[in-house]
């Protein structure tokens, strides 16, 4: 049993340290790969953004979603998004800022984030499988007002393996959530982009400061090569999930 156990471990070149992975404690979370943030006429360009700085996150992303359902890894993708009524829509956050559309207002992908329009949905590339857990979270957190707590007990995750957008709002503010509750935290930097290049920057140097404040900064190639090791073994793993 001892050794079974062992061998699900993968070691991940990361910053500021590599670090020991059990594979069947880990999950894959996707923060907000939503059309909303990620397409022309979503939330993200009504707040004046350039969309498409975003997708470069998309590839590494893909990959590394395309092993963990390999080895039967837990996925996790979060929505950023609010009730039709907007009663989960603070009105600090929908009344903030001078955007061209608000919070609930119409646009071409249906209303500006609210769940079930086009708008909130993931993008097709990155599209989850019905066995695939999808929280949707009013906030910038995933464990703010979520299941997700609930979630990652149940499967017994210790680890999490953090991709999306944007990196210095949704995966930041995931991350410090989730080093709180005591979870690895090993964030994929090809996979995660912001629509400021140095926030995305900065976000990821906050994170791994200080012998790695709220966790680990590794990248796609990394964790597929960690990945790569163990499929056989986790294939099992995945099995009797
Ligand atoms: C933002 C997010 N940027 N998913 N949300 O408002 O980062």
């Given at each position: 049993m001892a050794n079974s156990r062992k061998s699900l471990v993968g070691t991940v070149a990361a910053e500021p340290e590599p670090i020991d992975l059990d594979w069947s404690s880990t999950a894959l979370v996707i923060i907000d790969m939503q059309r909303d943030f990620m397409e022309p006429g979503g939330f993200g360009e009504t707040l004046g953004n350039d969309v498409s700085r975003l997708a470069r996150a998309v590839k590494p992303i893909a990959a590394v979603l395309s092993a963990a359902r390999a080895m039967g890894m837990l996925v996790v993708h979060t929505r950023e998004g609010h009730l039709p009524d907007l009663s989960d829509a603070p009105p600090a956050k929908v009344e903030r800022?001078?955007?061209?559309?608000?919070?609930g207002d119409p646009g071409p992908m249906g209303r500006i984030l609210i769940r079930g329009e086009a708008g909130h949905d993931i993008i097709p590339a990155l599209y989850p499988l019905d066995s695939e857990i999808v929280i949707d979270k009013p906030?910038?957190?995933?464990?703010?007002?979520?299941e997700l707590s609930d979630v990652l007990q149940k499967y017994g995750i210790e680890n999490l393996l953090v991709c999306g957008v944007t990196t210095e709002v949704c995966v930041n503010t995931t991350v410090r959530e989730a080093n709180d509750r005591g979870y690895r935290c090993v964030v994929l930097s090809d996979g995660c982009a912001s629509y400021f290049p140095e926030f995305h920057e900065m976000g990821l140097k906050m994170i791994k400061a200080q012998g790695g404040i709220f966790g680990w900064v590794s990248d796609s190639a990394a964790v597929l090569k960690a990945m790569a090791s163990e499929t056989s073994h986790t294939l099992a793993a995945g099995a009797s999930r």
């Open positions: 800022g001078a955007p061209s559309l608000r919070i906030g910038k957190g995933a464990f703010y007002a979520t």
